[in-house]
């Protein structure tokens, strides 16, 4: 039987750093009634990701769990500048996309809710992948276009997920996307360090 996995990472300091989108006030009120629903209707542990902490990773660039030999930030320091300027590049000649969140799920460390992944992100995310290189390792960006909605806190059976389906779809327009520090997991204390615009055509 396959159990769902703590986040020992929930809230701690961390050093971090991702290319997201933030969905605005509109989008964040509806993902939040999302949570409430989830929450209300399923008797799972769940760790609830602050309002103010909703977004979708594109890429990390640098992720919070170790994974080079050197620390995050002497990886940044070393190469942070030059990442920036060829993510920025890359964003720059992609057109801006639409994001259609039309189903909820669960796999052993989260439940999420999805959205098709449009080609322009898809594209995206390829090229900084294939742009992006550090002592032989290469970002690897999510498999989806997700936004994660809650975490665990206990061990478990993964649940089954109820929720109001009137919550759904939740529609969103990438404009632009942010660059960021991450100092507190998950999202939870940010440093913004660029938010280019998707300016390519379609």
């Not at 939040?32 to 542990?45: F, G, I, N, W, Y």
């Not at 990701?49 to 769990?65: G, R």
């Not at 992609?94 to 992944?117: D, I, N, Q, R």
Request: glycine residues 2%; proline residues 6%.
């Amino acid at each position: 039987m396959i159990r769902t996995k703590i986040d020992t990472l929930w809230f701690k300091r961390c050093c971090a750093f991702h290319l997201q989108f933030l969905p605005d006030r509109e989008a964040l009120s509806k993902l939040c009634a999302l949570q409430d629903s989830v929450e209300r209707d399923s008797a799972a542990a769940l760790a609830r990701v602050p309002a103010t902490s909703l977004h979708m990773t594109v890429v990390s660039l640098v992720k919070a769990a170790a994974q080079f030999s050197i620390a995050n930030e002497e990886v940044w320091k070393r190469n942070g500048e030059r990442w920036m300027e060829i993510v920025e590049r890359l964003i720059d000649e992609t057109p801006p996309f639409e994001l259609h969140f039309h189903e909820v799920a669960a796999s052993e460390a989260a439940v999420f809710v999805k959205a098709e992944e449009p080609a322009a992100l898809r594209r995206l995310r390829s090229a900084i992948s294939q742009a992006i290189c550090f002592d032989e390792w290469r970002p690897i960006p999510p498999r989806i276009a997700h936004m994660t909605l809650f975490r665990f806190f206990a061990e478990e059976p993964v649940p089954a997920v109820s929720f109001d389906v009137g919550c759904l779809p939740i529609r969103v327009r990438a404009g632009s996307l942010t660059l960021l520090e991450e100092r507190v997991y998950p999202n939870v204390e940010i440093n913004i360090l660029s938010q280019p615009l998707l300016r390519g055509k379609s």
